[in-house]
């Protein structure tokens, strides 16, 4: 099959009634297109498809006799109208009238319509006269956008003429007026992705640095120079031709996936999903190897989009400059090197970066000079071109540089633009190989939301903010990194955290060998490279600790306050866990989490000051708490001796793990209660009472399945359960306590919710024994994951085990651990719920049926009949 003899098919077909002859050409044409992807020349392809299309759409325009209808003219707008159509890319058409149809004009339009849908083509249409094509598109950028790329297919050449001389009139869009809302609309695109192309699913049309940055581009030239081939903004001089030609390969490069994309698909998706990451990889021949053929493919991406980023941003520059008329109004020598227009820092002469130190310095420069808001597209030019000249060895390598580097990391300014710069211009990923190693790595979870190069420039980004003044949501983070006396140290430790990812082994450990190498080359001492080593090796165990242990129990805290050893080393580690999860994905930081760290850092500190007595903070905790809570009671009216008399039905434990508010509001809401019988049952929930999220408590004699049931209920419902508290009082009760959160990581804060939730338990644990029935499903990228379940056994200083469960965050994961506990008799006393992306990390502290730590055999036997109901 070939283009040739598709469109002699066409000319063959002599009726618009054989619709299945149609039919056939438009599934041979997909045929056709499935079996040249494999060649690697796309553009024939692309330009290809719209040939056929046009074909197409004449032969039957033809047939129906609509070129002899007088005025009428159909007309290809958007992508087609530039003549280029992926796989499944929409057929936008406008059918263009001089004056208004009449009925039977509308109804033959409407049947060629309606049969270029039946045939099976994607099409888009409107049908408009001259005058209401003009209104709408002075009204409307995107449609005004649309037509700049109009071109008749077949009719009436005259109105076509005349729709043209309309949108070049004075009353229209001006190119001024043009280029300010394109502008403005790729600015709010940018930021819907966060200003980066960097995603792991990223959307190959619409991501910064992919296909529209390009379109856009070409969008303001066509509407202020009239320039129809992108070689008209070489002769401007917009472009030099190497620059032209790259924009032109890496369009080449963005096109052979999105086609590839809507091979795989079946359909118009424009979103690189995990879905199709593989077979894309394998379709455009980076082998079949699963993840590691994904990698090269999406390397080769972040790579492509980082350069039409550079070029996007340079010529959009120089546009915004010549078609607004923008001369310089502010012009201020740096050095003999540079100036600033504007807060633009632009060279002054050819050829200011003659060595890899020439570049480090220029950071100096920018660093020493806050003015500075970017980079002058003059400037742009120059680096990317000595970026590229200076390729073939790495900048670590020369003495001198290595000496800039470490001015640069002790700057208090340079890990503000600076920062950006050396990593969104490849500055960095010169300078050392494990940098460039990392650079558009993916990481296959839904943890992560971004590459490691990506994720760990936003890491430092937040450290930075830590020490801004404008930080007003982390105070401690703020004082800690103001009273560093050497920040570097912490930046350092940052920089090389996740440097050993990709390299078949534990990357924290990789890392801290990549890490103390980096400091003997750059002269850092040995104290401080002990302490950016450990960092390094180190950086998961805060969240690891905060996340997934029992932070209240005194052995747990001992633990981590003997591996941190100094006040020192806490600090250091407390804002870098911080900084490190809110840069992995903006919807895991919570104030469940925050809450956590907070915790463990402050007893950790205490335990620090006790020389690692932590029993003695823990008992000064109870005192405060219960001395607090009583107060607030007494103020509101309670009675000293009912509380008193409740209170010695909860352990000390009780009062170590929840802060005087919740005390009290447990207290008040359960004494106004009068809980007495044996089938009393009371739940409660306040959107108030908890930093940590939104709390639902429940109380009341222990009943089958309660765990399971309340799970399932808030499961089904779209709630997460981050944080269980599951007490047995002194006289028989059960008291659990839920800290939940939206599915999304939202905190609740709805009362109308929070009482739809409460409703919703309460029923349904007046169904004693009775199983829930969670319809929930799972998410389409949950789907493509695999999280083989693992599970490990603690001992405890107490009589309980520690069981630490490792599974696919799959609907009512909860309710089925809690009934493998329920068939073996063993009971549950806390849960710590931590959903990391697509994988669920859980501690539940559990006892036997006789109340003392898992047996050996009950332990196996617990294994088996997890890894049995989850995997």
């Not at 808001?373 to 001198?400: G, M, N, T, W």
């Not at 799972?778 to 490990?792: A, E, F, G, P, Y």
């Given at each position: 099959?070939?283009?040739?003899?598709?469109?002699?098919?066409?000319?063959?077909?002599?009726?618009?009634?054989?619709?299945?002859?149609?039919?056939?050409?438009?599934?041979?044409?997909?045929?056709?297109?499935?079996?040249?992807?494999?060649?690697?020349?796309?553009?024939?392809?692309?330009?290809?498809?719209?040939?056929?299309?046009?074909?197409?759409?004449?032969?039957?325009?033809?047939?129906?006799?609509?070129?002899?209808?007088?005025?009428?003219?159909?007309?290809?707008?958007?992508?087609?109208?530039?003549?280029?159509?992926?796989?499944?890319?929409?057929?936008?058409?406008?059918?263009?009238?001089?004056?208004?149809?009449?009925?039977?004009?509308?109804?033959?339009?409407?049947?060629?319509?309606?049969?270029?849908?039946?045939?099976?083509?994607?099409?888009?249409?409107?049908?408009?006269?001259?005058?209401?094509?003009?209104?709408?598109?002075?009204?409307?950028?995107?449609?005004?956008?649309?037509?700049?790329?109009?071109?008749?297919?077949?009719?009436?050449?005259?109105?076509?003429?005349?729709?043209?001389?309309?949108?070049?009139?004075?009353?229209?869009?001006?190119?001024?007026?043009?280029?300010?809302?394109?502008?403005?609309?790729?600015?709010?695109?940018?930021?819907?992705?966060?200003?980066?192309?960097?995603?792991?699913?990223?959307?190959?049309?619409?991501?910064?640095?992919?296909?529209?940055?390009?379109?856009?581009?070409?969008?303001?030239?066509?509407?202020?120079?009239?320039?129809?081939?992108?070689?008209?903004?070489?002769?401007?001089?917009?472009?030099?031709?190497?620059?032209?030609?790259?924009?032109?390969?890496?369009?080449?490069?963005?096109?052979?996936?999105?086609?590839?994309?809507?091979?795989?698909?079946?359909?118009?998706?424009?979103?690189?999903?995990?879905?199709?990451?593989?077979?894309?990889?394998?379709?455009?021949?980076?082998?079949?190897?699963?993840?590691?053929?994904?990698?090269?493919?999406?390397?080769?991406?972040?790579?492509?989009?980082?350069?039409?980023?550079?070029?996007?941003?340079?010529?959009?520059?120089?546009?915004?400059?010549?078609?607004?008329?923008?001369?310089?109004?502010?012009?201020?020598?740096?050095?003999?090197?540079?100036?600033?227009?504007?807060?633009?820092?632009?060279?002054?002469?050819?050829?200011?970066?003659?060595?890899?130190?020439?570049?480090?310095?220029?950071?100096?420069?920018?660093?020493?000079?806050?003015?500075?808001?970017?980079?002058?597209?003059?400037?742009?030019?120059?680096?990317?071109?000595?970026?590229?000249?200076?390729?073939?060895?790495?900048?670590?390598?020369?003495?001198?540089?290595?000496?800039?580097?470490?001015?640069?990391?002790?700057?208090?300014?340079?890990?503000?633009?600076?920062?950006?710069?050396?990593?969104?211009?490849?500055?960095?990923?010169?300078?050392?190989?494990?940098?460039?190693?990392?650079?558009?790595?993916?990481?296959?979870?839904?943890?992560?939301?971004?590459?490691?190069?990506?994720?760990?420039?936003?890491?430092?980004?937040?450290?930075?903010?830590?020490?801004?003044?404008?930080?007003?949501?982390?105070?401690?983070?703020?004082?800690?990194?103001?009273?560093?006396?050497?920040?570097?140290?912490?930046?350092?430790?940052?920089?090389?955290?996740?440097?050993?990812?990709?390299?078949?082994?534990?990357?924290?450990?990789?890392?801290?060998?990549?890490?103390?190498?980096?400091?003997?080359?750059?002269?850092?001492?040995?104290?401080?490279?002990?302490?950016?080593?450990?960092?390094?090796?180190?950086?998961?165990?805060?969240?690891?600790?905060?996340?997934?242990?029992?932070?209240?129990?005194?052995?747990?805290?001992?633990?981590?306050?003997?591996?941190?050893?100094?006040?020192?080393?806490?600090?250091?580690?407390?804002?870098?866990?911080?900084?490190?999860?809110?840069?992995?994905?903006?919807?895991?930081?919570?104030?469940?989490?925050?809450?956590?760290?907070?915790?463990?850092?402050?007893?950790?500190?205490?335990?620090?000051?006790?020389?690692?007595?932590?029993?003695?903070?823990?008992?000064?905790?109870?005192?405060?708490?219960?001395?607090?809570?009583?107060?607030?009671?007494?103020?509101?009216?309670?009675?000293e001796t009912q509380i008193l008399q409740f209170w010695k039905r909860l352990s000390g434990d009780y009062f170590a793990r929840f802060k005087p508010t919740q005390i009290a509001w447990h207290a008040n809401l359960i004494l106004a209660a009068h809980p007495m019988t044996d089938e009393f049952l009371l739940v409660g929930t306040s959107a108030n009472t908890s930093k940590a999220g939104a709390e639902?408590?429940?109380?009341?004699?222990?009943?089958?399945?309660?765990?399971?049931?309340?799970?399932?209920?808030?499961?089904?419902?779209?709630?997460?359960?981050?944080?269980?508290?599951?007490?047995?009082?002194?006289?028989?009760?059960?008291?659990?306590?839920?800290?939940?959160?939206?599915?999304?990581?939202?905190?609740?804060?709805?009362?109308?919710?929070?009482?739809?939730?409460?409703?919703?338990?309460?029923?349904?644990?007046?169904?004693?024994?009775?199983?829930?029935?969670?319809?929930?499903?799972?998410?389409?990228?949950?789907?493509?994951?695999?999280?083989?379940?693992?599970?490990?056994?603690?001992?405890?200083?107490?009589?309980?085990?520690?069981?630490?469960?490792?599974?696919?965050?799959?609907?009512?994961?909860?309710?089925?651990?809690?009934?493998?506990?329920?068939?073996?008799?063993?009971?549950?006393?806390?849960?710590?719920?931590?959903?990391?992306?697509?994988?669920?990390?859980?501690?539940?502290?559990?006892?036997?049926?006789?109340?003392?730590?898992?047996?050996?055999?009950?332990?196996?036997?617990?294994?088996?009949?997890?890894?049995?109901?989850?995997?």
């Open positions: 099959m070939s283009l040739q003899s598709l469109l002699s098919q066409i000319k063959l077909i002599n009726s618009i009634d054989n619709i299945a002859a149609y039919k056939t050409i438009v599934a041979n044409s997909y045929e056709w297109l499935d079996s040249e992807l494999g060649t690697g020349e796309v553009t024939g392809l692309v330009l290809g498809r719209a040939t056929l299309v046009d074909a197409l759409l004449r032969h039957i325009w033809q047939l129906m006799d609509l070129h002899k209808e007088p005025h009428l003219a159909l007309i290809a707008v958007g992508g087609y109208g530039r003549g280029q159509l992926q796989p499944h890319s929409d057929i936008d058409l406008l059918l263009l009238s001089k004056k208004l149809l009449s009925k039977q004009q509308q109804e033959r339009i409407s049947r060629f319509i309606t049969l270029l849908w039946d045939i099976g083509l994607d099409v888009g249409q409107s049908v408009r006269t001259i005058k209401e094509t003009f209104l709408l598109a002075k009204q409307d950028v995107t449609i005004a956008t649309n037509l700049v790329e109009a071109r008749l297919l077949s009719g009436c050449q005259a109105t076509f003429e005349g729709l043209q001389d309309k949108l070049s009139s004075r009353g229209y869009w001006s190119s001024k007026d043009f280029f300010l809302a394109k502008y403005q609309e790729q600015k709010q695109r940018h930021r819907k992705f966060k200003d980066t192309s960097y995603n792991l699913e990223p959307n190959v049309k619409e991501s910064p640095g992919c296909l529209r940055d390009i379109q856009s581009i070409g969008w303001v030239a066509k509407k202020h120079f009239n320039a129809t081939d992108g070689k008209d903004l070489v002769a401007h001089g917009y472009f030099n031709q190497q620059e032209f030609d790259e924009l032109i390969e890496c369009r080449e490069n963005l096109w052979r996936i999105r086609f590839a994309l809507h091979i795989v698909a079946g359909r118009s998706e424009n979103r690189l999903l995990f879905d199709y990451q593989t077979d894309v990889a394998m379709r455009l021949g980076y082998g079949d190897e699963g993840k590691a053929s994904v990698e090269r493919m999406m390397k080769s991406f972040f790579r492509t989009v980082r350069r039409i980023s550079e070029l996007n941003k340079m010529l959009m520059q120089r546009f915004s400059q010549d078609v607004l008329n923008l001369n310089v109004k502010q012009q201020t020598n740096i050095n003999t090197d540079f100036e600033l227009l504007d807060g633009y820092i632009a060279p002054t002469k050819e050829n200011v970066f003659g060595s890899p130190e020439a570049i480090l310095q220029f950071l100096l420069l920018i660093a020493d000079t806050p003015q500075v808001e970017d980079l002058h597209s003059s400037c742009l030019r120059q680096l990317r071109l000595a970026r590229r000249k200076f390729r073939k060895q790495y900048y670590v390598e020369r003495i001198a540089c290595r000496e800039l580097l470490l001015q640069l990391a002790q700057h208090p300014n340079f890990f503000a633009l600076g920062w950006d710069i050396m990593h969104k211009h490849g500055i960095l990923q010169a300078y050392i190989p494990e940098w460039d190693h990392i650079v558009g790595m993916m990481q296959f979870d839904l943890f992560h939301a971004y590459t490691v190069d990506e994720h760990t420039h936003r890491l430092v980004k937040n450290i930075y903010h830590y020490s801004q003044p404008d930080n007003k949501e982390f105070p401690r983070c703020g004082n800690i990194v103001k009273n560093l006396d050497k920040p570097e140290v912490l930046y350092i430790a940052a920089i090389y955290h996740d440097i050993g990812k990709g390299r078949n082994g534990d990357h924290s450990k990789l890392g801290a060998i990549d890490v103390k190498e980096f400091c003997r080359h750059h002269g850092i001492n040995a104290i401080d490279t002990e302490l950016i080593r450990w960092l390094v090796e180190s950086h998961l165990l805060m969240s690891v600790v905060a996340q997934r242990r029992d932070i209240y129990d005194p052995t747990v805290i001992n633990e981590f306050a003997q591996a941190v050893r100094t006040h020192n080393n806490l600090n250091h580690l407390y804002v870098l866990t911080l900084a490190d999860i809110r840069a992995t994905n903006d919807n895991l930081w919570n104030d469940w989490k925050a809450t956590l760290l907070r915790e463990l850092y402050l007893l950790t500190q205490k335990a620090l000051d006790n020389g690692l007595e932590c029993k003695v903070a823990l008992q000064d905790r109870i005192s405060e708490h219960q001395s607090k809570a009583m107060a607030s009671m007494l103020d509101n009216g309670m009675n639902l408590i429940v109380y009341g004699k222990d009943r089958s399945m309660m765990f399971a049931q309340i799970a399932s209920v808030l499961d089904s419902r779209n709630c997460s359960i981050h944080d269980a508290q599951i007490m047995r009082t002194q006289d028989g009760f059960m008291f659990d306590s839920f800290i939940i959160f939206e599915h999304n990581g939202d905190r609740i804060t709805s009362e109308s919710r929070l009482d739809s939730l409460r409703d919703a338990v309460e029923t349904q644990l007046n169904k004693p024994g009775e199983k829930h029935i969670n319809r929930r499903k799972m998410s389409r990228q949950m789907k493509q994951l695999d999280v083989k379940t693992k599970i490990r056994f603690y001992p405890s200083q107490t009589n309980v085990t520690l069981v630490e469960l490792e599974a696919l965050d799959a609907p009512g994961l909860l309710a089925n651990i809690s009934e493998q506990f329920i068939a073996l008799n063993f009971k549950l006393h806390q849960a710590k719920i931590s959903t990391i992306g697509e994988r669920a990390e859980d501690l539940f502290i559990v006892s036997n049926e006789f109340d003392q730590p898992l047996t050996q055999a009950e332990q196996v036997q617990l294994k088996k009949r997890l890894c049995e109901a989850l995997d």
